[in-house]
């Protein structure tokens, strides 16, 4: 096991509560404070196991994104109550090398206990999270996230893009509880005006599901949470992505004892690198960006579902001409995929045995 003076954690906490200075590159574990530090050259994140099993900081370049109190963490929502690793016994922490494990995170009801092993390891300047779950019998959930990040602010970020080619603009969630959901797996944090950008990549086994949510939480953080789950997860209210005020996004679903397992590949990237257009003569290049990286894709619901209108309103007009013409100043494959998935999905289900077109998608419907 690594070595650290006694006084390197309280200073680092220190130095990273004030954005200042990188922590050691590497994994450590302080055994008196029951945490774990990870850190890259400019990323660090905390990992707190006494008596529960939360990150509960995290820096990116210099920048404290996720502070206490409010963590990362997994749990499930049965018959209206959460249980959450927010409570837990101390798990079991082993570090070797270059990685570290954590055994023993259990939460849930004795009815329907949950039991989750977290595996860390460190990749170039990557930082892979591994959370493996075993629920212990069947269940019905009303809600689950693995994990849930609840990060510093609304403004922490400006949004996240999304897989799909749309994005969760933190702009349109402008009421605590308001959330936004949809079926996608990868997401792209990022903030234009210092350059910052996280990239959280998940990789399932070819059985599993996921989708994510976006709320505004009371207290003010901004949480980005995904659900995986063994079939595709159903809208609670109609066909809404959307709710106003309120978070229950997702209808409840049922779960056999078995284990499932996720891997999250956390990259730092540079915004104006990871979404680099060209140059712009003439025009303002940076504004042109925002505006192919926010109104542009807003119009995109879900999967199979693309257009101008967004998922605020919930509708999606299907007589529109200017996709194609979006999708190339937009310049996202995941966006021109989807795109090209919405157009089959219309012509497989929107053409009616007269002939006729529906002419809109819409949440109520």
């Known amino acids: 096991m690594r070595k650290i ?15 200042v200075f990188p922590a050691l590159a590497g994994i450590a574990f302080d055994e008196s404070s029951k945490t ?50 927010m409570k837990t016994a101390s798990p079991t922490v082993v570090v070797d090398g270059d990685t570290v494990t954590l055994r023993g995170i259990r939460f849930g009801p004795d009815t329907a206990l949950v039991e989750e092993t977290w595996l860390f390891a460190m990749i170039d300047n990557q930082i892979s999270w591994r959370i493996e779950r075993t629920y212990t019998q069947p269940a019905t959930l009303d809600d689950t996230v693995m994990p849930a990040w609840d990060f510093s602010s609304m403004t922490t970020w400006e949004g996240a893009i999304l897989d799909h080619g749309g994005v969760a603009w933190c702009r349109f969630l402008d009421q605590p509880h308001t959330t936004y959901g949809c079926q996608a797996q990868t997401v792209t944090l990022w903030h234009p005006a210092d350059d910052r950008c996280l990239r959280i990549e998940p990789r399932l086994e070819p059985s599993q599901h996921m989708a994510v949510r976006f709320t ?115 310049a996202d494959p995941d966006y021109t995929q989807n795109l090209q998935d919405s157009l089959n999905y219309e012509r497989d289900h929107a053409i009616q045995p007269d002939g006729r077109v529906k002419s809109r998608f819409f949440f109520n419907d």
């Not at 050259?41 to 409010?70: A, F, K």
């Open 216 to 330: 505004h939480q009371p207290e003010g953080a901004f949480r980005y949470a995904s659900v995986l789950t063994p079939e595709p997860l159903k809208p609670k209210h109609n066909l809404s992505r959307f709710l106003h005020a309120r978070s229950d996004l997702w209808a409840p679903f049922q779960v056999e004892a078995g284990k499932l397992a996720v891997d999250y590949i956390l990259t730092p990237l540079r915004y104006s690198q990871a979404y680099n257009r060209g140059t712009f003569v003439g025009i303002d290049g940076p504004l042109v960006n925002a505006i192919l990286d926010t109104i542009a894709r807003y119009g995109v619901i879900d999967r199979n579902i693309v257009g101008s209108n967004g998922w605020r309103t919930g509708y999606k007009c299907l007589h529109e001409p200017w996709f194609a013409q979006m999708a190339l100043a937009i």
């Open 36 to 85: 774990i530090t990870l850190s890259t050259s400019n990323l660090q994140m905390q990992i707190n196991t006494d008596e529960m099993c939360v990150l509960d900081r995290m820096v990116l370049d210099g920048v404290e994104v996720v502070s206490p109190p409010q963590p990362v963490f997994s749990g499930v929502q049965i018959a209206g109550q959460w249980y959450t690793s």
């Open 5 to 19: 003076h006694p006084t390197f954690f309280p200073l680092a906490l220190l130095l990273w509560g004030c954005a």
